[in-house]
């Protein structure tokens, strides 16, 4: 058989016997002969000039949704994950262009918002929703805009009511709460440093009051270590409230007060009872005995998790502090009396609550 001369083309003959007629582009470059493939009037789309150059089409979508052009890999995933996986994805991939590139700003107490809403509040909805399925009354009462202070009990032995109500109010609102926390917080490995990056402030009357005065919302829990290891047998009573620091910062800062009451958080680790010098010993406040710690030996890790209890947020209606004007922060009557009437708000909405559940886990 003769080799294809210049001016000639091969016969492509494929391995299932089907022919290609199709042409080699006529055109000479250089006095060498083009091999591309013709197109139109013998010439391939180089040589073609550029206003006879066919476009190509453009992909065109069939019944079944996707492209019959070739396929889409964003059609692919959304049907093979789901929309709101695929969100999920689109918004990881942001966050880390993001942090590759430096575009994220950090505030001056070391809250970082682009990790906290994008990697960690994710992490957490799944648990807000599914496990312990919480339920907001009265999130209107939130402040849509300038500083307010949100009053709350505490309890549960780990303070996960906290990290529950700075996520509900963002989903309710849209805005970030800034707790205060203890020294304790911030002596932790890891946990310190998290917390800051998640907008935790040391609770000192100073950062408190720089927080409100630019118009944020503050979160604080007075029962403080009192609340979270109380005794099962004491749930949903108050404890003391401290000495109305709080109050002082809100008259101060002549923002609102709003009278939290989480019902849910004590059951999820039960105390049975504390073991003070142990937890001296290890610079604890308290050290917990938990239900779930007895049956360590039965259930083995498992024990280690925290019940599934139903749980409801519900934020009262504002207690306003204008009247009282900034300087009655130094009154320590005024102080007092409103203290009183934030705990006794709180209790009362607590027991409202209880009165209303049906059952511990639903």
């Known amino acids: 058989m003769a080799a294809p001369g210049p001016d000639r083309t091969a016969d492509v003959i494929h391995l299932d016997g089907r022919r290609d007629d199709r042409q080699r582009c006529g055109n000479t470059i250089d006095g060498r002969p083009c091999r591309n493939w013709a197109v139109a009037d013998g010439l391939c789309r180089v040589c073609l000039p550029p206003e006879d150059r066919p476009t190509r089409p ?18 692919g995933l959304r049907d093979a994950l789901g929309e709101e ?6 918004d990881v991939a942001g966050f880390v262009r993001r942090r590759l590139t430096g575009d994220y700003e950090v505030d001056a107490f070391g809250f970082d918002p682009d990790l906290t809403e994008n990697v960690l509040l994710p992490l957490l ?12 009354i009265g999130a209107g009462n939130i402040p849509s805009t300038g500083g307010g202070l949100l009053v709350a009990n505490h309890a549960g032995t780990l303070p996960a009511d906290a990290i529950m109500t700075r996520l509900d109010v963002f989903e ?6 800034r ?4 020294d304790l917080v911030f002596k932790t ?16 009357s100073g950062d408190a009051d720089r927080l409100l005065d630019t118009g944020n919302l503050v979160s604080v ?12 047998k004491n749930r949903y009573q108050l404890q003391r409230f401290g000495r109305g620091g709080f109050v002082a910062t809100a008259l101060r800062n002549q923002v609102p007060i709003i009278p939290t009451a989480i019902i849910g958080s004590e059951e999820i680790y039960p105390l049975l009872f504390n073991v003070p010098l142990l937890g001296k010993a ?5 050290f917990p005995i938990t239900a779930q710690m007895l049956a360590l030996p039965i259930l083995g890790p498992l024990a280690l998790l925290p019940l599934p209890s139903k749980w409801s947020i519900e934020y009262g209606a504002p207690i306003d502090t204008t009247a009282y004007g900034p300087d009655a922060a130094d009154d320590p009557m005024t102080v007092f009396e409103l203290t009183d009437q934030v705990r006794s708000t709180i209790q009362d909405m607590l027991y409202k609550g209880l009165m209303g559940r049906r059952s511990v886990f639903w």
């Open 58 to 75: 453009e992909p065109t979508f069939e019944d079944s949704g996707r492209p019959s052009g070739g396929i889409d890999l964003l059609e």
């Open 85 to 90: 996986a695929l969100a999920v994805i689109r």
């Open 125 to 136: 909805r799944p648990i807000h929703r599914r496990y312990w399925r919480v339920a907001s």
């Open 172 to 177: 309710q609102s849209g805005r970030h709460t």
């Open 179 to 182: 707790e205060l926390g203890a």
């Open 189 to 204: 490995p890891f946990i310190g440093h998290l917390g800051r990056k998640t907008g935790v402030t040391l609770a000192a």
């Open 221 to 232: 829990w007075p029962e403080g270590f009192k609340g979270i290891g109380k005794p099962y």
């Open 282 to 286: 290890l610079g604890l406040p308290y």
